[in-house]
């Protein structure tokens, strides 16, 4: 893992030295934070000059609001060289469960032996595609067609609307009462920094026990989440409201 946390703004320093992959997610899952277009260009520099492969995680970028971060890797110039991005119906479509998403391979994206050979990835995810996978269910896939249709579209608006605008109570509840709040701008992810006193787990046990509200530690995140909790927007206006509003009164 590369260090991810409020004293570089959850996006991690290039590597000090060459690695083959580099996987980032972004808007991030679980931070709710981006990186901008001008840091994500450093990330496919570093690739293009270390034959690295990144792998991208764009599964939230239907959640993007602003204007400086990109929606895919791909429009950073030279990412087609060296990137392969993911991405997924069940954030922006409500999916989940029926496991539909694609994964993009440019037909320029080269691999290296280790004798410096090239091997292009596309013929390789070709190959893999065709012989170990059967697809997804077509009544599934009709379904992903829809999200593309002009009413399937203004749905998914109405969709990521309503999330944020609950992301948006989180947040500014959590501010209003003093937290260190992360994400909940370009993602329906809300990271706070827990309290002096607490980790990750017994602010889990907290809010669990003192107010019925349940969240995610930071700690099985990896080693940057200790010290942190997730909350997420997915969930009605009137839960979201009285959640906040039981946090609010509990005294730590």
Known sequence: YLPCTSDNDFVPSLPEKRVDILYLCFPNNPTGTTITKKELKKWVD???ENNTIILYDAAYEAYISEDNVARSIYEIDGAKEVAIEFRSFSKNAGFTGTRCAFTVVPKQLMAYTKGGTKVRLN????????????????????????????????QIQQMIHFYMQNAKIIRDGLQNIKFDVYGGINAPYIWLKVPSGYNSWSFFDKLLNDANVVGTPGEGFGPSGEGYFRLTAFGDKQNTVEAISRINNIKF
């Not at 269910?137 to 829809?146: E, H, S, T």
């Open 123 to 154: 013929d390789l995810w070709l190959r893999r595609q065709s012989t170990k996978f059967n697809g997804t269910p077509y009544i599934i896939q009709r379904g992903a067609q829809a999200v593309y249709s002009d009413e399937g579209k203004e």
């Open 46 to 48: 570093y690739a293009k």
